[in-house]
Each structure stands twice: as C-alpha cells, then as structure tokens.
C-alpha cells in the first residue's frame, strides 16, 4: 500500500514512513492511493472476531510493511480487557429511544482518543527500533489527544512528547491528567490562544523542512494517518454489534472538531461498510455544519470561536476535512491546493455545487448544538435511566435525535466520559450527583502539576524543543 498527499506534491511512500513523517513535505495529509474493499464475504467472516483480530484482518489491508506476526502480536497486546475494561472493547448499548451508543472512551484516559493512541505507542515503539531512529512528537490538543499521547508514550526510549495546549480552556480534570504527568519525556506547553493556534505553531514548524528534519518531529495527532486507520476499526466493530445481517445499514453520529473521527468513518464508507449516513454533530464552532448545509467552507479565526461547554471540539479550522475533500473532488491535489491557497487566505471556499454528491454518494448530514442543549440532552439521557454522558457525546445525541429518519439505526459514538466534564454534567444535572470515576483517577486534580505557559509563537516552541532534546 502507497500513501499520497492531498496536495499532490510529495513522493508516495509507505506505512512506516508515513507513521514517522507528520505533515507532508507540500503541506498536505497522507492519503492511501487506493481504498481496499470489504466484500460481504469478509465482512461475514468478521462477525466472529476478537477486536485485536478485527483490527488486524482492518489494519493489515492498509499496513503491509510490517510483518503480519508482528502487527498481530502489537494489536493484541494493545486491544485488551485490561487497558479497555471490557472484553468488547467497545460495547453498544442502547438508550431508551431506540438510539445505539458505542462506547469508545473505557481506555486509560477516559476519551476515544485512546483507541488509537494506545496503538500509536506500540508501533511509534516498534518502528523506531526496528530503524534505529528517536522521535520528538509535537502535539497540539483540545483537551483529549494530548493525555491519550502522554499515557501512551509516556517513558517510552527514544520518544519526547511535546504538546501544545491552549492556555486556561480545558477542564480541570484534563488539565490534572496532562499536567500532574512527571515522566521526563513530557512536556506540557500551554499557549495563549485556542487550539486552532497551537494546530497551526504544529503546522508551521512541521513546514519548516530543516528543523524537522533535524529534530526527527512527528505528531501524534489525526495529521498522523496511524491515528485514521485505527480509527476505522471501531466503525466496523459498531456496525457488526449493531447488525444480524450484512443487508442492513447504520448511521453513525460523531461529535465533531478535528474532523479526524468521521474522517475514519468516511474511509469505512469508501471501503464498503453498509453505512447509511455520516453524522457530523457541532457545537456552536459550526463551520462543519454550514459546509454540510450550504457547501460553503469558511473557517474562522481565534477571536471568531466560541469557548463552549464541549471544549475539545471548540476548533474551527478541522484539519482532516482536507482528507474528505481530496475524495470530493476526485483526488485532484491541484485542486486541493487552491481550495486551501482560500483557507489560509482567510476566505475559504465553496462547493455548493458538489454539496448533492456530500449528501448522495458521501452520505453526509450534520448538525448542531448549544450549551443548553448539552444540558437537556445529558439531563433526559440521565432521567430516562440510561446514565451519565459527557458534554461532547451529549453534542451528538442531540443532533442525532433531531436528524434521526424512520426506521434509521443510528451509532451515536461516546467521545468521552462524564467524569472528565463534571462542572458542566453537575450543572446539568445538580451538585449532589455522584458521577461514576474510575477509582485510579480518584483526587487527579489535587496532584502536583507542571506547564510552561507561552505565547501563540511557534519559535519559541522550537526553542523549548531544542534545549529539551540538546540538554
Ligand atoms: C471528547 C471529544 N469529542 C469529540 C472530539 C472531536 O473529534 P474530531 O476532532 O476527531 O472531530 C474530540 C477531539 O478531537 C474530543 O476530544
Ligand atoms: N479534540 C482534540 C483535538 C485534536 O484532534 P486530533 O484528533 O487531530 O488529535 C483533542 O482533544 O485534543
């Protein structure tokens, strides 16, 4: 399997390279040349599998230089009850309306990020190895891939973590899980600004080639075309628990930021997975929603973004639409390089005239939510008996419910836990509610915690990572 940019101007080139690159050398985002096909066939003979196994029968379509005994034997140490919780892994239960959720966030630091994270550290470990080669990740977070990178890399020989978070607008729980980290590898850099700024301080020093180089920068984040493949896995493992027959056909709902979650379901869709619809829920940073209604991509600036209750999705320039337009217009990187010569101008786009192909053979609806909306939707969810849900889960139960057709079978996918947004679920739901937490994680937030605070500026970010890789 050869790998592409999106903006048509890098050489192909393979898995393991592609793991340690980061951005492309023309600014673009990996992409395989060709999507594998899951025939019915297949898809039958998955219905009896592990998920270690399922996600090596997904994985190895798309990874075909590492070895199959070892790819096998680093999802198997990786998908366990142990690290999940539960032996599915990702379990779908149903709400009383009839709604499924999948429940994606049982791993380490309570958030789907975890599914593909904890698969990152494993293979980050063994190609670096196997290449003799160290790695300094530079990460940019909203809250969740940051803890999910720094538990799966934490102490890991020949790998740093630097991640950018923005300054005062996480939850106290996701600020404790980062910050109270004391392994040497890790550095927490908080910015002044929101995580649109800290993706692109990531975006400028992955342009810039020498340093790069120099340094050995990689990410972690859904620029890392790892982070999509492993994603894809819990698509199918959704679809076959939520299925008898391969005749029928889900939706899923995905709360929505980055875009990298339901970019993965994109790729489950091109490969033959019978989904119906892809559901992209936003809160009020709604540019994804006015593209899916209007086709009309406008991206907003820092100070035009709203600081909302479901925070790791308060993002308004989402990297992995770019992988989604590639597709839309028939992998054409020119044609993406124009698209995205008007989203740095600050202009964006329009293709209100492909916007029936994004709804016909692209499947895509979408909506959006409000902070009282989270409120309602986590207080109804809780006083219908079928529990707690985070703020972001909550973003994508109210849009499923509202976009919701007769007779559909929605997946709506659990993105966090309630513990990890207990302010926001106590507001919802009163101050003397006891919200499940996992007793490990009990008293995070009192641990001693450590962050530098910096501005929006990706020289000193360099700087902070040449003194820590020459100290
Ligand atoms: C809890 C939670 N929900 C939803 C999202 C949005 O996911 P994506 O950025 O993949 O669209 C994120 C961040 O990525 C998140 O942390
Ligand atoms: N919501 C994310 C933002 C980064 O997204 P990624 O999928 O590109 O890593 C977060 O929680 O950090």
Redesign the pocket.
Known sequence: MQYQSTRGESPLRSFSQVLLMGLAPDGGLMMPTSYPKISTETLTQWRSLSYAQLAFEVMSLFIDDIPSEDLRAMLERTYTEEVFGTADITPVRRLQDGLLVQELSNGPTL?F?DMAMQFLGQVFEYVLARENKTLNIL????????SAAEYAMRGKQGINVFMLSPEGKMSAFQRAQMFSLADENIHNIAVNGL?DDCQDIIKAVQADAEFKQKYAIGT????NWA?IVAQVVYYVRGYLAATTSNDEKVSFCVPS??F??VCAGHIARQMGLPIERLIVATNENDVLDEFFKTGAYRPRTSDNTFITSSP??D?SKA??FERFVFDLVGQDGEKVRQLWAGVNSGEGFDLADQLAQVHGQYGFASGSSTHQDRLDTMKAVHAAGDGFVDPHTADGIKVARQVRLDGETIICLETALATKFDETVREALGNDVVIPRPEALSGLEDLPQRVTVIDNNAEVVKDIIRQAVTA
């Open positions: 958030a990020k990460g940019a977070t909203s809250g969740d891939t940051g995580f972690v984040n859904s620029i982070r930021g980055n990298g979650n790791s999705m993002i990297s992995n």
